[in-house]
């Protein structure tokens, strides 16, 4: 497995933190599946955690870990895998509803315990149970949430797309940003560090770190957004493994952190900690049935980690859920893992 850096600064002391999968218990003392996260050391007293496809009860095409609410899952799964995620976390989850726009909401102005997990904003349909039919959390439109609260996760949904998470942890200030192709040609990554900003973050102190997204190498668009979108981010045009034009939007997010005042060394690697997870997951029982059965490439676990190039490319590594991994299986559903940041 090789892996290629999207990002500058590197971590190394996250390697030896791996456990050997098999030593750890798969569920807790009640006998609930407990989520498989990767988590990172952003900062002092700040602590991002990536989901993956495993540790939860979905089934299916949405197996296992499932987080989003608008696949089409049973919503007591994915009520459960939140329920279980934010017990992993320690901490309430903060969700929203995703649409690729350049917004950034102030979490501090809206947070509110809805859910039994934390606050839901994303629209999530609560399972059937009065006469009046399914209801649904209530929507907040956007794409980015910041926060000074202690002790809140704020969540990005992805299955492709790409989540940046950042931190000023002298202001006490953190964020999150669903940073799709549409999301960063909007300015998404500016608006979230406006906002810190103007709760007292200086973008010179802020550190921050791209998390798993679908790489250059995998990323097809066609030729015509192709263009557009490297004349709006010079050298993120590429072609990739298929044959056809594509785009680097990790190389985007950086040029727009760039553009907003945060110092590259400041962008520290989330590749080592993945990388070391997946080479510690590859022989892992749960990963191996999910490829077997999911559809979406050789059925042999082995097979499918000798062909990860890049440990956070969310087509290539059968950790992560993929909208277009599951597109060229011809899938009608995916799930939804999340990009989580929290000041502890």
Same mark, same amino acid.
């Not at 400041?266 to 490829?291: F, G, K, M, W």
């Given at each position: 497995m090789s892996d290629s850096m999207n990002e500058t600064a590197g971590n190394e002391q996250y390697d030896d933190a791996i456990l050997d999968s098999n030593a750890i218990a798969p569920t807790d003392a009640e006998g609930n599946p407990i989520p498989v996260t990767i988590p990172v050391d952003l900062a002092p007293g700040v602590k991002v955690v990536y989901t993956t496809r495993l540790g939860g009860v979905s089934a299916g095409d949405w197996g296992d870990l499932n987080l989003g609410g608008k696949s089409g899952d049973n919503p007591a799964a994915v009520r459960a895998n939140r329920m279980a995620l934010t017990k992993a976390v320690?901490?309430?989850?903060?969700?929203?509803? !995703?649409?690729? %726009?350049?917004? @950034? +909401?102030?979490?501090?102005?809206?947070?509110?315990?809805?859910?039994?997990?934390?606050?839901? =904003? %994303?629209?999530?349909?609560i399972e059937a149970g009065n006469e009046d039919g399914p209801e649904a959390y209530p929507r907040l439109e956007a794409d980015a949430e910041v926060t000074a609260q202690q002790g809140v996760a704020l969540g990005m949904f992805a299955a492709d797309c790409l989540p940046v998470l950042l931190a000023d942890p002298q202001a006490s200030v953190i964020a999150a940003a669903h940073c799709g192709r549409k999301g960063l040609q909007c300015g998404v990554i500016g608006a979230t560090v406006d906002l810190m900003t103007a709760k007292g973050a200086k973008p010179e102190r802020i550190v921050a770190t791209l998390g798993p997204c679908i790489c250059g190498d995998c990323y097809e668009v066609g030729d015509e957004i192709a263009d557009e979108f490297d004349a709006q981010f010079p050298g993120t045009f590429t072609l990739t493994r298929f044959g056809g034009p594509g785009i680097d939007i990790a190389k985007a997010a950086l040029q727009e952190l760039d553009k907003a005042g945060i110092p590259r060394d400041?962008?520290? #690697? %989330?590749?080592? =900690? +993945? %990388?070391?997870?997946? !080479?510690? &997951?590859? !022989?892992? @029982?749960?990963?191996? @049935? &999910?490829?077997a059965s999911d559809g979406e490439g050789s059925p042999e676990l082995e097979e499918r980690i000798g062909e990860v =190039?890049? #440990?956070?490319?969310? &087509?290539?590594?059968? &950790?992560?859920?993929?909208?277009r991994r599951a597109s060229l299986a011809e899938k009608q559903h995916e799930g939804r893992m999340l990009a989580l940041i929290v000041r502890e």
């Open positions: 320690g901490a309430p989850l903060s969700l929203l509803a !995703q649409v690729h %726009s350049g917004r @950034a +909401v102030d979490v501090d102005e809206m947070f509110e315990t809805n859910a039994p997990y934390g606050c839901d =904003r %994303s629209g999530t349909i400041n962008v520290i #690697s %989330s590749i080592p =900690r +993945v %990388s070391a997870a997946t !080479q510690y &997951l590859d !022989q892992d @029982a749960e990963l191996a @049935a &999910l490829c =190039r890049h #440990s956070l490319c969310t &087509l290539e590594n059968p &950790l992560w859920y993929s909208h």
